[in-house]
Every structure is written in C-alpha cells, then in structure tokens.
C-alpha cells in the first residue's frame, strides 16, 4: 500500500477514535449534568409540594382524598390569581381552562406515599395504591404534619430517572448539536490530514521518480526543492548525490581514457619496434632490446602505480604504523636527493625545527614515498640555480605535525591547486609524459596521506614557488 494511502488511512482511525471519545466523553458528561440540574429544581419543587402536602395532611388527619387534591391544584393556582387579579367579588367570572391545559402548565409528575410506603396520590395514577419500599422513596422529600413525618412526595425526576417531554427534547437537540459539530470537526481534520499527507508525500513522491531515473543509469535527475524541513534536506542531498555521481562517473570514464591514453603509448613503441625489426628496418641489437627493455619497465610501473592507486583507494591498504621521527624523515631525503638537486645546481637544504620533538604516526615506507614524491616534482620543476626547502615543524608538543616542501619554481595557480591531486590530470595537457609526468604520483601522495588521518595542501612558498604541505597527527 502507497505512503499517502497509509498516512490517510492513519488520520482517518486517529480522527474517528479521538471524535468517538469526545463525542462518547462529552454527551456523557453533558448528559449527566443536564439530570443533575433536572433533578435539583424537581427537588426544590418537592419542598414546596411536601410544604403543601403537609398542611393538608394536618387538616385533614389522614391521606384520604390527596388524589383529588393533586388534581385541583392548578385549579386552585388560577383561582387565587383570578382573585388577585379581580378581587373576591369580581364583575368578570373567573375564566374557565380545560383540565389538559391546566395539567400542561402544571406539567410536573408528583407521587405521595404514606408511611408505608403506599402511593396515596399520584397525578398521572399510574402507581396508586402500589406499595414501594423504602429504597425506592428514598430520593424524596418528607411531608412533616407539626414535627411529625407523614409521608414522602417525589417530583419529575425523583420518580424515574428517564427525562420526559420538554427536558427530552431539549436533550435530544444538545446530542444532535453534539454530534453534528464532532462530525464537521472530523472531517475538516480529515481534509486537513489529506493536506498534510500530500505535502508530504508530493516530495517523497518526486525523490521516487528521481531515484528511479537514477537506477536506470539517467544521473540528470533533479528533485525541486522547497521549504526547510527535513524533506527539503533529504532532496537537497539527493540533489548533491546525484551530482557527485555524475562527477565520479565522468571521472571514471575520464580515468578510463587516461588510462588507455598511458598505456597506448608504450604499448604501440614496443609494437612499432618489434614490427620493424621483424621487417628488417631495426637491427636486432643489444641497444635496440635494451631500449624495448626501458619501456616494458615504464610500462610496469605505470600499471603498477594504477594498482597502487586502486588498493589505497578501496581501503586495502595496509600500513605497518609505528612511532617515526620527522626530522629524520625529512633528513634521509634530502641525503638521497643532493646528487639530483647538484645536477641542476639546485640549492636543496633543510629547514630547522623549534627543537620540539617530532614525533609521528605512521608506515615510515609509505611516508618515504610521499616525500620522494614531492621532492621530486620540486626539483624537477625548479629551474637551473633555484633553492628548494624541506623541513617539519609543529605548534607545540601535543600539535600535529607539518611537512612542508617549497620551490622557486614556477608555482601552481590558485584555480587549480585542489585538482592537482586528480588522477592523470595535469596543468599544462601539451606537455609529454617525459617532461610532465603522468600525473598518478601526487594522486597516490595525497590517497597514502589520508589513509594515515592526514591531509596535503598547497600553498604560496616563500621562495616564490609551491609549498606542498602534510599535515600528520602526532604520536
């Protein structure tokens, strides 16, 4: 079942659970007070009933004719008012109701008991002449004759507990009310839930079709974004996946024609060679083999730094760290490179610490090969007569540690010194593998050194050249 359908159907069990209880809690509660409020006039009536009950019992000394007596009593309330009104004589007669409309407007239901518990007088005389016991009579009122008890009179409500003619309908028209409201609540919380489901889901639904167009190979996909929420992260993050595939992907089939570009070459002078010497052009020499020897080794060592690189790279590197000092590092190197460094007349010298310790962790192999590395490409780019500079250096006891080489060479521009750590790439695409490289050194430099929690920049050299620098943990 689809997200929207799920959320929907959610909301819908939420809003007629919550508006069930409601309605179920309020009418309840509602109906209950609504008795309470019944029950407390009905009460006070039966003060005033048992009041007048009373008077007739002491004047008459028995229950005897209390029915007829209920009965005249609107009758007698309109006579005192007609009296009230015309005086005891009159020049108008007293006007005559029917005994039903007397009865409407006297509508209240009122039961006498004698002690016994026997109805004496009921005006509805459905229960006259019943017995009740005590616990049934116990809601009503005592009808005191003097200081002494004579009977109990129950009004409306005291009677049954069901509510009758206009306290009914009244009832019934606030349960309506109520139920009306908790239907029109519910459903503009539904349709407000419907809302909020397809705002949810609209986004969800486009990061769907994306992430389809994605798995079929199409990496242009790109998903709106709107708003700040978590669902406008998620796309704006799906949108960098996709350009960082994108990326990779054309880097990789980039690596590929590289790739194909580095071995063609010495792949087709071995070819040519060996073609023409089958052919007779060359001679089949010594010179002519050791030269087909030198490109079958460039060709190994070309495959064998691509096979370096890719080991590093998929984290099957393996490095044997251990505590090295980087003054010692440095030091081997520019031992091993002073004859090079001679050649061109280059000032090759080291730079001095604080005379703090230098220690670091790391595969003392694998960090000779970074630093031969950027030696290397210093010296080689530094013109006749230039200096080059190595040196480590640290803030303090427990910093990092810096490996810093810097040349006067002609340094790299600002554009395009992060991607001087890209496979193959190379500033200047003119110039040949023999005067440039192949551009996988730095690559592999750079991989070796995060493999070890570091990081290598570049930077403005002091000298007026690059400033290749490796920043390690200390140990």
Not at 40 to 56: Q, R, V
Not at 128 to 140: D, E
Not at 412 to 438: L, S
Request: aromatic share 6%.
């Amino acid at each position: 079942m689809r997200l929207s359908r799920r959320l929907s159907l959610f909301f819908l069990a939420v809003i007629a659970v919550g508006a069930g209880s409601t309605l179920l809690l309020v009418s309840t509660s509602t109906e209950n007070l609504f008795r309470s409020f019944v029950y407390s006039g009905d009460a006070d009536k039966a003060k005033i009933y048992a009041t007048i009950l009373g008077d007739f019992h002491s004047e008459n000394g028995s229950w005897a004719d209390a029915q007829p007596f209920l009965s005249e009593i609107p009758g007698l309330l309109f006579s005192s008012l007609d009296q009230r009104i015309h005086g005891e004589h009159g020049s108008e007669p007293a006007p005559s109701f029917p005994q039903d409309a007397l009865n409407a407007l006297n509508s209240d239901r009122i039961v006498v008991a004698d002690m016994q518990g026997v109805i004496v007088a009921d005006t509805s005389g459905a229960l006259l002449r019943t017995f009740h016991p005590q616990k049934h009579l116990m809601h009503g009122v005592p009808i005191l004759s003097g200081n002494e008890r004579t009977g109990t009179v129950l009004v409306g409500s005291m009677i049954d507990s069901s509510l009758g003619g206009i306290n009914e309908q009244f009832l019934g028209s606030i349960m309506k009310s109520l139920l009306w409201a908790t239907g029109f609540s519910a459903c503009i919380a539904f349709l407000l839930g419907l809302l909020f489901t397809m705002r949810v889901t609209r986004p969800l639904a486009a990061l769907t079709r994306a992430a389809r167009r994605v798995a079929k190979g199409d990496l242009t996909a790109f998903v709106p974004v709107t708003g700040s929420d978590e669902l406008s992260e998620l796309s704006t993050s799906f949108n960098a996946m996709t350009g960082e595939l994108k990326r990779l992907e054309e880097a990789k089939k980039q690596i590929i024609a590289d790739s194909a570009h580095e071995l063609r070459t010495p792949v087709t002078l071995i070819q040519g060679t060996i073609e023409a010497m089958i052919d007779g052009i060359y001679p089949l020499d010594v010179p002519t083999l050791e030269g087909l020897h030198e490109e079958t080794l460039r060709l190994s060592r070309l495959i064998d730094m691509l096979r370096e690189l890719e080991v590093i790279e998929s984290g099957r590197l393996q490095l044997a760290l251990e505590d090295i000092d980087a003054d010692a590092l440095v030091q081997k190197a520019v031992v091993l490179f002073a004859s090079a460094a001679k050649e061109k007349n280059i000032d090759l010298a080291m730079t001095a610490n604080d005379g703090l310790p230098l220690k670091m962790k790391a595969d003392p192999l694998r960090m000779d090969e970074v630093i031969y590395n950027l030696l290397s490409n210093a010296i080689k780019y530094t013109p006749v007569s230039g200096r080059v500079r190595i040196g480590a250096s640290s803030e303090s006891a427990s910093a990092g540690i810096s490996l810093r080489i810097e040349d006067s060479g002609p340094g790299i521009p600002e554009n395009e010194r992060e991607r001087i750590f890209e496979r193959y790439y190379r500033m200047d695409k003119a110039r040949t593998t023999e005067r440039g490289g192949r551009g996988l050194g730095l690559a592999i430099a750079n991989e070796i050194v995060k493999a070890h929690g570091g990081s290598i920049s570049v930077e403005e050299s002091t000298l007026g050249g690059s400033a290749f620098v490796v920043r390690m943990v200390a140990s």
